[in-house]
């Protein structure tokens, strides 16, 4: 079997841009019902997923932890005035930062495959649900399955995997802003009145 580890996978999905668009174009099908006009996405990475509704957005919002990622997403969108970057840390926020993003009148926050590269994951999302709006909507994108957490996992430095226990938790947090949970292995959707799960072959990206 092969080990993985960060030096040997920090590139992975990078070289292959053509199948993160369509990644992110298939999880953009999830959300996209869900989708309001001022939309945050939380741990933007590379930008993938904007490009599937900045045109339809009066306001979007890219965050992240990483400078140079931002950079990348302010030269892929430098005609898109409406797309703005912002460097926060989802798990230190602090109330003078979540004032300066209330400002916006968030009413959509995308968050996908980031929750579990964060060590206190509870107290970043509660932290996105301060700031959004009082009808906001939460859209979360996490990894399922914490028995098969592994070297992989390890090398793209994810703290965890989810499963339906651990979503219950997050519904004591953000209550009825989280609109759509999707966990990406097993496929297991949430949505506030129904389960159900949907049987798919394994996915390339975990």
């Known amino acids: 079997m092969t080990s993985y580890n960060q030096s040997n996978i920090k590139d992975f999905g990078f070289q292959e841009l053509e ?9 953009f099908s999830i959300f996209k019902p869900y989708l309001g006009e001022k939309i945050m996405e ?14 339809s957005s009066k306001l979007v919002l890219a965050v992240d932890i990483s400078e140079d990622y931002l950079d990348i997403v302010k030269k892929r969108y430098k005609n898109d005035p409406h797309v703005i970057t912002k460097k926060i840390n989802l798990e230190k926020l602090s109330s003078v930062a979540k004032k300066k993003i209330i400002q916006y009148n968030i009413d959509t926050i995308i968050c996908i495959n ?18 959004l709006s009082p009808q906001g909507k939460l859209l979360l994108f996490v990894p399922a399955l914490p028995e ?11 703290f965890r995997r989810y499963t339906k226990e ?4 997050f519904y004591h947090i953000a209550d009825s802003k989280i609109k759509v949970i999707y966990l990406g292995i097993n496929n297991i959707y949430f949505s506030p009145k129904k389960v159900k799960r949907i049987i798919r072959g394994p ?3 975990l």
């Not at 994951?121 to 996105?128: Q, V």
């Open 166 to 169: 651990d979503i219950k938790r």
């Open 203 to 205: 996915k390339v990206f």
């Open 19 to 27: 199948i993160g668009k369509i990644y992110a174009k298939w999880i």
């Open 42 to 55: 939380a741990g933007c990475g590379l930008g993938l997923m904007i490009t599937n509704y900045k045109d």
């Open 114 to 131: 980031v929750l579990e590269h964060i060590q206190n994951d509870l107290e970043a999302l509660k932290n996105m649900y301060d700031i």
């Open 148 to 158: 098969i957490y592994g070297t992989i996992d390890k090398g793209f430095s994810h």
